[in-house]
């Protein structure tokens, strides 16, 4: 500034001594006003007379030509003072009250001298700062608003600082554990101070992320770093300074500066309260509110899971609780009594209960259910519910009389009875009408007595007897390849004969047992003897493959791998031998699993084929990622493509095109010699149809084997 000084005494000098001052004033941008000691302009520049809009400024005072200043008379006498004093005023930051609102500017006010060194007036140099100082009273503004939303938000607001900063080109394992080294917490408003139960703010400096009270901060900056340093609404529960539980949700972004992680700023809300009024309202939704027992919506949720996770030899009961006669005390005793009967039954059930695993529900009005999950056996359930049914008839103590009541039970089971919720539900409710209308007390439920007993349902009990007891019988049908016409194969296919029904086709009961729990047992039981034939024909020398069909549901069971697994080695035969046929819909069905599934059965070393190929939706395009060898042609193809010209071009794509993915193509449905000879010409590969050998009991395709045209001769 001393610099500033002098160059201005200088100028001054030359303004006394030269005419020349006049135009270097005039081309300075600043205002410049020259003041004698009695405070009257003596000159001005150019800039000065733009700044009063071209008026006349010698011979006036600064109260008179800025009278919008923000007290022009002190700036009057800070002139005089600078005079006076012969001190420089310099930088005064001074507002005026302009036409276009307020204004700011810098003003240094300086004493000029003469030639023999006597002060003999006084320059005022004056810079327009206002659009600086608007900027800065706006950044002030934003930076106060900010610091008032920081300190009156109900949330806590953090920021950790990661020192030094972390590179983001690192691998993300690395930043994880720099992120749980480095970061270390700089700022916070009081609201995380009452959250951590600190005196104060300054207390909390410094302490690192991993103190922040998450119990799984590593999972926590683990998602944080993974999604882009980024974490939404994450929820966990501390204890607060006073030993309470308390749930708290945060929220938090990252700060990345050329490519490095400099810091994170957050959010954590207090949750407490809404956690506990959603529990609260979760509670009231499941549970009856008389008795405080569960309802019926968690009995469903409760059935269908202990459903969906039951073992193969697991049983488990459905017990259908109705009072018989309990309006007779609702209209002598009045309903409060009522009432206080259902509480007492409630606990009493559950104290029934309590050495048995099981759920008592109320559903409804004098409507109980209990279901149990583990049962040894049907006895089991029904022996439970002459048990509950002698604890039911106990004396009620109610409002000071004596009264007993009785009730009727249901008792449904599964998998004996049904396997899904809904058919459970309806069995046992017409086991306890049965039981109601019978005075039976308890009733298990019984076909017989239920007048809307579906043949399906039937059919789903009588098919789960008949995998245990072993009616089920497979018959085999020959595949003969083409270039040697001879067999190389058979499929096995599924026959019932049920002891009173007779033959059910297979198109009666499969469908069944697809959309029940039966449908893994029944193929677990296809695969095990289709296995154990083709291993018994192996040791009387033929060679031949098996293949056998795989639905949706089980390919889609990680089951399925294990016990192939475990069939293959039990009877040491290779992999090869075994063929899987899946259709298109099993495979479409869900892709992603179904080809992942796929390459997990083709480890084992077991063949798979494409089953009825032109029927579904997939394509060989598709087909071309999966770990299959063949494709079967659809009957329905084949058997007419002599007569249909478009069956034949579909018959002939398929071979060619499978062939050029590296497939080999089997043909179904080959009934006569002239189709056989067409496949032939056509170059598929192999066939199989009534032509060449109809599905046989084991003993009679054994015979087959050794007899016909078509067999093979022991190797």
Known sequence: MTNRTDSIHSVTDAYQSNRALNALLDSMREIVLYFDQWGVIRHANSSARQWRSGQ????????????????????????????????????????????????????????????????DGVMVVISD??????????????????????????????????????????????????????????????????????????????????HNGSPNIRADVSDFVHNGYRLEDREYERLDNTGQTISLQSSAIGIVESGFLTRVWGTTRDITEKCRY????????????????????????????????????????????????FKEINDTLGHLAGDKVLKQLGQRLQEMLSETKGLVTRLG???????????????????????????????????????EISASIGVAICPDQAQDVSTLMRFADVAMYRAKTGLQGVAVYDSAF???????????????????????????????????????????????????????????????????NLIYPLTLWV??????????????????????????????????????????????LPGYLVELEITESTIMADPGRAEAALARINRLGVRLSVDDFGTGYSSLA?????????????????????NDEQDEIIVNSTIHLAHNLGLRVVAEGVESPAVYQKLVDLGCDEAQGFYMGRPLPALEAERWLKESVWGLCPT
């Not at 027992?293 to 017990?319: C, T, W």
């Not at 149990?372 to 359930?381: E, G």
């Not at 083709?534 to 390919?555: D, E, T, V």
């Not at 089951?559 to 009877?571: G, S």
């Open 56 to 119: 006349e400024l010698t011979g006036k005072t600064f109260i008179e030509i800025a009278p919008a200043w923000d007290d022009p008379a002190e700036r009057q006498r800070e002139i005089m003072q600078v005079f006076r004093t012969q001190t420089p005023h310099l930088e005064s930051r001074e507002r005026a009250l302009e036409i276009d609102g307020d204004c700011w500017f810098q003003v240094d006010k300086i004493p000029t001298a003469d030639e023999y060194g006597r002060v």
């Open 129 to 210: 700062v206002t659009h600086g100082v608007r900027r800065e009273l706006a950044v002030k503004e934003s930076e106060a608003r900010y610091r008032a939303y920081i300190a009156n938000s109900s949330d806590a607001i953090w920021r950790y600082d990661i020192c030094p900063p972390i590179d983001t080109r690192l691998p993300q394992e690395t930043q994880i554990e720099l992120v749980l080294k480095r970061a270390v917490l700089a700022e916070c408003n009081e609201r995380l101070v009452r959250l951590y139960g600190a005196s104060s703010a300054s207390d909390l400096m410094g302490l690192p992320i991993y």
């Open 527 to 572: 695969l095990e003897n289709g296995i154990r034939h083709c291993k018994h024909w192996l040791q009387q020398g033929f060679q031949i493959s098996m293949a056998m069909n795989l639905s949706a549901r089980n390919l889609l069971d990680d089951r399925i791998v294990l016990d192939l697994k475990r069939l293959l080695r039990e009877y040491d």
């Open 278 to 325: 959603l529990a609260r309202m979760e509670y009231l939704a499941n549970h009856d509110a008389l008795t405080s027992l569960p309802n019926r919506s968690v009995l469903y949720r409760a059935m269908n899971k202990a459903i969906k996770e039951r073992a193969d030899a697991q049983k488990m009961a459905l017990l259908l609780i109705d009072l018989d006669r």
């Open 365 to 403: 009005g004098d409507e109980f259910a209990i279901f149990l999950p583990n049962l040894r056996n049907a006895q089991h359930a029904a022996l439970l519910a002459h048990k509950l049914l002698d604890s039911i008839s106990l004396v009620f103590e109610v409002e000071g009389l004596r009264t």
């Open 450 to 516: 239920d007048p809307h007993s579906p043949k399906r349902l039937e059919l789903m009990g009588a098919l789960g007897r008949a995998i245990r007891e072993n009616q089920l019988i497979l018959h085999f049908q020959p595949k003969i390849c083409l270039s040697s016409n001879r067999v190389y194969g058979f499929e096995a296919l599924l026959r019932w004969n049920h002891p009173e029904l007779g033959f059910i086709p297979p198109n009666d009961f499969v469908p069944i047992a697809e959309h029940s």
């Open 622 to 642: 598709y087909l071309k990622r999966l770990p299959v060898q063949t494709l079967k042609i659809d009957s329905s193809f084949v058997r007419s493509m002599l």
